[in-house]
Nanobody, 123 residues
Framework: QVQLVESGGGSVQAGGSLRLSCAAS????????LGWFRQVPGKEREFVAA???????HYADSVKGRFTISRDNAKNTMYLQMTSLKPEDTAVHYC?????????????????WGQGTQVTVSS
């Protein structure tokens, strides 16, 4: 049974930093492409960042230069280091995994999802 568990969310002031973690079990972690998405009530789930199994990364324009996605295959864990946070980053952040997503920025391409962790940034 595949499980993805996010942690590290919280409340910070604008300009602050947070590091999210996504711990995976029940899958061959190193074989999967991994992604971070976020969602606010009433809006569609939005792509944040993705990392291929080889380590190549892809970011949404809105977070480029501020967020860094990484993975530790030995620990079956993915990370999202978020810096220079803005109020518009406030959302529930989800991690996702799929063997071969055709479009890494589309939530429809990912088979497995975590339960989400709330990030709140105050001005």
């Amino acid at each position: 049974q595949v499980q993805l568990v996010e942690s590290g969310g919280g409340s910070v002031q604008a300009g602050g930093s947070l590091r999210l973690s996504c711990a995976a079990s029940g899958l061959t972690f190193s074989a999967y492409t991994l992604g971070w998405f976020r969602q606010v009530p009433g809006k569609e789930r939005e792509f944040v960042a993705a990392i291929w199994r080889g380590g190549v990364t892809h970011y949404a324009d809105s977070v480029k230069g501020r967020f860094t996605i990484s993975r530790d295959n030995a620990k079956n864990t993915m990370y999202l280091q978020m810096t220079s946070l803005k109020p518009e980053d406030t959302a529930v952040h989800y991690c996702a995994a799929d063997l071969r997503p055709k479009y890494t920025n589309s939530p429809d391409e990912y088979m497995y999802w975590g339960q989400g962790t709330q990030v709140t940034v105050s001005s």
